[in-house]
């Protein structure tokens, strides 16, 4: 098992900035592959960055979604066991609950499906 703890939401107004925290515990992180999702209301969870590496996250092991592409870092620490997210110039359309995931697949999966870890979220509420 793998158990992981999303921190740092909140509520900021467009062109601000936060940094998500996901802390996990359990079995070695950095054998897993990490994600992060967001589901804003009405909508699917997204896949919106992802980073597979057991050192650090790089043009060659991360992905990141059209949407945040240049505004969001995703960054892991794996002898902190955490994985961070910088969102800059943040949008009203980034308001959405954030969750980080944790998979096993040696790449890093679009699917919701395929990540057999989860946080239980933080929310992240971006005013015009």
């Known amino acids: 098992q793998v158990q992981l703890v999303e921190s740092g939401g909140g509520l900021v107004q467009a062109g601000d900035s936060l940094r998500l925290s996901c802390a996990a515990s359990?079995?070695?992180?950095?054998?897993?592959?990490v994600g992060w999702f967001r589901q804003a209301p009405g909508k699917e969870r997204e896949l919106i960055a992802g980073?597979?590496?057991?050192?650090?996250?790089?043009?060659?092991?991360?992905y990141y979604s059209d949407s945040v592409k240049g505004r969001f870092t995703i960054t892991r620490d794996n002898a902190k066991n955490s994985v961070n997210l910088q969102m800059n110039n943040l949008r009203p359309e980034d308001t959405a609950v954030y969750y980080c995931?944790?998979?096993?697949?040696?790449?890093?999966?679009?699917?919701?499906?395929?990540?057999?870890?989860w946080g239980q979220g933080t929310p992240v509420t971006v005013s015009s």
């Open positions: 359990g079995r070695t992180f950095s054998n897993y592959g």
């Open positions: 980073c597979w590496s057991a050192f650090d996250c790089t043009f060659l092991n991360t």
């Open positions: 995931a944790a998979t096993a697949a040696g790449n890093i999966p679009r699917r919701v499906i395929e990540y057999e870890f």
